[in-house]
């Protein structure tokens, strides 16, 4: 069974500090790991993602760091800021069959408290 | 300003009654998908079209059947709807087969009573 996992489900943070999110998956043919973002009421949009040959992405703010021997990665969001409490979806993307599909976490809720 | 439309954007039916679920893009991309998307379980695929009469399965499809007759619409159809079926379904779209960057509409949350 395919599956990407989320922890943790909610995570409250100051303004200003690193928020932390993590994400795990199972299968190795795993190639590519979008991060979407997603606020109440709209649908997700990709935020920042990366491939199975890197083991960093940084854009801005946000960094992913991934670790492919342990089938890791984790969001890192430095000085958090109010708007972006948001839920956030790790996914993972299998070639298969000729398309792409995309396997989504279950989201970790992330509130940025000022 | 490119988009993925859905329509409604809220819905009620009763059980046993159908429902259709409608979706356009303005972006003329190739592959379409519809989702739903429950508390804790993140977004599940319920089946994928890759180009005009083109669909295939995805993972939770059963009770679900699409269409897509022009390349910038999908549709979503409920036979015989279920209370289990109640859930928030996104739409989306990619530009080409394989495409790994989705854009999602802003979805539709259905309530089945």
């Known amino acids: 069974q395919q599956q990407v996992r989320q922890s943790p489900q909610s995570l409250t943070v100051w303004e200003g500090e690193t928020a932390i999110l993590n994400c795990s998956y199972e299968?190795?043919?795993?190639?590519?790991f979008p991060w979407y973002q997603q606020f109440p009421g709209e649908g997700p949009a990709l935020l920042i993602s990366?491939?199975?040959?890197?083991d960093k992405k940084e854009d801005g703010r946000f960094t992913i760091f991934f670790n492919k021997r342990e089938k890791k990665l984790s969001l890192h969001i430095t000085d958090s800021q109010p708007g972006d409490s948001a839920t956030y979806f790790c996914?993972?993307?299998?070639?298969?069959?000729?398309?792409?599909?995309?396997?989504f976490g279950e989201g970790t809720k992330l509130t940025v408290s000022s | 300003d490119m988009k993925v439309t859905q329509m409604p954007r809220y819905l009620i039916k009763r059980m046993g009654e159908n429902v259709l679920l409608e979706c356009g893009q303005d972006?003329?991309?190739?592959?379409m998908y519809w989702y739903r998307q429950d508390p804790g379980l993140g977004l599940q695929l319920i089946y994928i079209?890759?180009?005009?009469?083109?669909?295939s399965e995805g993972d939770i499809p059963k009770g679900y059947r699409v269409s897509r007759k022009k390349r910038e619409h999908f549709s979503l159809i409920l036979d015989s709807a279920k209370t289990n079926q109640t859930s928030v379904y996104f739409c989306?779209?990619?530009?080409?087969?394989?495409?790994?960057?989705?854009?999602f509409g802003k979805g539709t949350r259905l309530t089945v009573v």
């Open positions: 989306a779209s990619s530009l080409r087969r394989g495409d790994t960057e989705v854009f």
């Open positions: 299968d190795s043919t795993f190639n590519y």
């Open positions: 990366i491939s199975s040959v890197s």
């Open positions: 996914a993972a993307s299998i070639y298969q069959g000729g398309s792409a599909k995309l396997i």
């Open positions: 972006m003329s991309h190739e592959t």
């Open positions: 079209s890759y180009d005009v009469d083109s669909n």
